[in-house]
Every structure is written in structure tokens, then in C-alpha cells.
């Protein structure tokens, strides 16, 4: 199992929105509605975003959204704020023979 | 309030061993699988090892597969992880998370332990 390809960087004003993509294969993001992606601010654990793709837990902001297109997922954050500047990771459930979890590379958001 | 506390972390020589610990609460520790999850210094997050609610079910990723042993006990709300025959490649910040609604959604983690392996 490889890990998801994310872009290393990304950057946008305030106000704007951005997307980040994560590239898998059929044997991971194509094959399950499993996505998740996560917020983490330096020195800090990890906060999930999104989950099952496209779902928001409990207290995220609307600003974050998440969606799939084919072995392709993207969180979208719309209203960019100073706030959002943080690295990004993706995730996906990989198990086709056997239980397996993959993340991305992780993203660096700069908020310009 | 759900917490994760972990603990154990330190420096240790290439082949040696080191027990990690985390400990629940704030929330029915036996009714979630648990998981751990590492980061390397300066890199991206790496899933390790899942371990089902009540145990029956455990998986590890190839990199840790034969050398790390995770486990839990319910009965004092903690989450293990026995690492064995460390390489420098294992040095870490170790997280434990809690699955949420589903598998990948991490929705509660821990702090951190740093795991270094160095002679």
C-alpha cells in the first residue's frame, strides 16, 4: 500500500477559497467511501475535518468541505481565514485483502 | 470531556524495546476500536496499528508488522503498544486515536509520546 498523493503546498488569501487534492488508486480512494481529512497546527495532534468524504464532525465550520470524483478526493475551505493555516492530511481505508489505513503526504497551507 | 493520555516515550538504542500507553477516559472505552498513529520529525502521519473494541480484531501496517504488538484493557480504560527490535526509522511522535464513526475517522487523539531510537 503507497501513500496518497497530496500537494506539498498550497496558499490563498483571505477571503478565498482553496482546494487540496489527494490521489489514491482504485484500491483505496476509488473503492470506499472512506476519506477523512485532518487539520494539524504545529506542535498539536491532529483534528478531524471531514470524514466519510464529505461529512463535517460536530463543531467544524462549514467553510470545510470534502468530495470525490474516481481514486481523486478534495477538501475545498471556503472564506479563507488566518486560522486555517496549518498542515492538511488526507486519509483512506485500503484494505482489499486485509485491513489496511493510508494517509497523504500532508499539505502545507500558508494563508497569504 | 474525552481525553487520551500518552505515555512511556523515550530515548532507547536500536533494537531495544519500549511500552507505550495510553489512557482513556471521558467516555465507554470498551465500545470504540482504537488505534495508533505516528509522526516522524518534520514528516507526515502514519497509521500503525487498529485493535477492535473487544480485542478480536488487530492489524498493523507492513513497516511494524512481527516487531509491534498492540493491545488494551478495557477494564483500566488503557491502549497499548509493545514495540520490539526498534530501528531508527521507528523514532516518532506516537499517537493514540479513537475511531469515530466510522474507520478513518480518527475523531479524538492524544498528545503525543516521542519515541527516539539513537545509540
Known amino acids: 500500500q503507497s501513500a496518497l498523493t497530496q500537494p506539498a503546498s498550497v496558499s490563498g488569501s483571505p477571503g478565498q477559497s482553496i482546494t487540496i487534492s489527494c490521489t489514491g488508486t482504485s484500491s483505496d480512494v476509488g473503492s470506499y467511501n472512506l476519506v477523512s481529512w485532518y487539520q494539524q497546527h504545529p506542535g498539536k495532534a491532529p483534528k478531524l475535518m471531514i470524514y466519510e468524504g464529505s461529512k463535517r464532525p460536530s463543531g467544524v465550520s462549514n467553510r470545510f468541505s470534502g468530495s470525490k470524483s474516481g481514486n481523486t478526493a478534495s477538501l475545498t475551505i471556503s472564506g479563507l481565514q488566518a486560522e486555517d493555516e496549518a498542515d492538511y492530511y488526507c486519509?483512506?481505508?485500503?484494505?482489499?485483502?486485509?485491513?489496511?489505513?493510508?494517509f497523504g503526504g500532508g499539505t502545507k497551507l500558508t494563508v497569504l | 470531556e474525552v481525553q487520551l493520555v500518552e505515555s512511556g516515550g523515550g530515548l532507547v538504542k536500536p533494537g531495544g524495546s519500549l511500552r507505550l500507553s495510553c489512557a482513556a477516559s471521558?467516555?465507554?472505552?470498551?465500545?470504540?476500536?482504537m488505534n495508533w498513529v505516528r509522526q516522524a520529525p518534520g514528516k507526515g502521519l502514519e497509521w500503525v496499528s487498529s485493535i477492535s473494541s473487544s480485542s478480536s480484531y488487530i492489524y498493523y501496517a507492513d513497516s511494524v508488522k512481527g516487531r509491534f504488538t498492540i493491545s488494551r484493557d478495557n477494564a483500566k480504560n488503557s491502549l497499548y503498544l509493545q514495540m520490539n527490535s526498534l530501528r531508527a526509522e521507528d523514532t516518532a511522535v506516537y499517537y493514540c486515536a479513537r475511531d469515530g464513526a466510522t474507520v478513518t475517522a480518527f475523531d479524538y487523539w492524544g498528545q503525543g509520546t516521542l519515541v527516539t531510537v539513537s545509540s
Open positions: 471521558g467516555f465507554t472505552f470498551s465500545s470504540y476500536s
Open positions: 486519509c483512506s481505508y485500503a484494505g482489499s485483502s486485509t485491513f489496511y489505513v493510508v
